[in-house]
């Protein structure tokens, strides 16, 4: 039997794979955005970005028939530029494990700024959402393997929620804590993360936030 649980972080749906269930045969525009508070390097560092705009988190599992599996999510948020800042900014996270049948498991994961110009809402009332950006030539962006990330959603309308209040959710390299408001529904996702697909099924989410200041620490 294979053990899947998610839930809603935000715009995150996040996957954990629990291996001790774990069963080898299942499978499972316009530019937008600024940055309201910034504090962010080339290295691993304290990062906070307040968002008041758009956002997109996907998250994914699966295994092939070996017995190997891989999880991850990805989230990407827009802000609203205030005193503090007058430079349009997004900001960005991902992490992917790949594992074996014997749940060892090897991370990468990334985290940072990225230029407000790289997340696209598309079609009417924002339908969708188009992310490309390029972390390897950013120095405001810490990635274990930087790389190009493309992530397009569309949204389907099967499920809306709202979240008000603090989360938080640590994954291997780093912890993200979110405090505000964030309203967001149903999506599908497809893209790739540094060459590596995002695998089909996942779940993803599309929305709106409303001063969610986003905290990561490594």
């Keep these: 039997?294979?053990?899947?649980?998610?839930?809603?972080?935000?715009?995150?749906?996040?996957?954990?794979?629990?291996?001790?269930?774990?069963?080898?045969?299942?499978?499972?525009?316009?530019?937008?955005?600024?940055?309201?508070?910034?504090?962010?390097?080339?290295q691993r560092t304290h990062t906070t970005f307040v968002g008041n705009g758009v956002n997109g988190g996907v998250s994914w599992y699966s295994s092939d028939p070996s017995g190997n599996y891989v999880f991850g999510s990805l989230s990407v948020f827009t802000g609203a530029a205030d005193t503090f800042s007058t430079t349009s900014k997004a900001f960005l996270s991902y992490y992917e494990a790949q594992c074996d049948v014997y749940s060892n498991c090897n991370y990468?994961?990334?985290?940072?700024?990225?230029?407000?110009?790289?997340?696209?809402?598309?079609?009417?009332?924002?339908?969708?959402?188009?992310?490309?950006?390029?972390?390897?030539?950013?120095?405001?962006?810490?990635?274990t393997t930087p790389g190009m990330v493309i992530v397009d959603w569309d949204a389907t309308g099967v499920w809306s929620a709202s979240s008000k209040?603090?989360?938080?959710?640590?994954?291997?390299?780093?912890?993200?804590?979110?405090?505000?408001?964030?309203?967001?529904?149903?999506a599908t996702a497809t893209g790739n993360i540094v060459g590596v697909p995002i695998p089909p099924g996942a779940e993803g989410s599309i929305g709106s936030s409303h001063s969610l200041i986003i905290t990561v620490t490594p």
């Design 165 to 186: 209040g603090i989360n938080t959710y640590t994954s291997a390299g780093f912890t993200q804590r979110q405090e505000g408001t964030s309203s967001n529904s149903s």
């Design 108 to 143: 990468s994961y990334g985290y940072g700024l990225i230029p407000a110009a790289d997340v696209r809402s598309t079609g009417l009332s924002t339908q969708g959402l188009h992310l490309s950006t390029n972390t390897s030539d950013n120095p405001d962006f810490f990635a």
């Design 1 to 42: 039997m294979s053990t899947r649980v998610a839930w809603l972080v935000g715009p995150l749906l996040i996957v954990a794979a629990l291996a001790a269930c774990h069963d080898p045969s299942t499978t499972s525009a316009n530019p937008v955005g600024a940055a309201d508070l910034v504090t962010a390097s080339s």
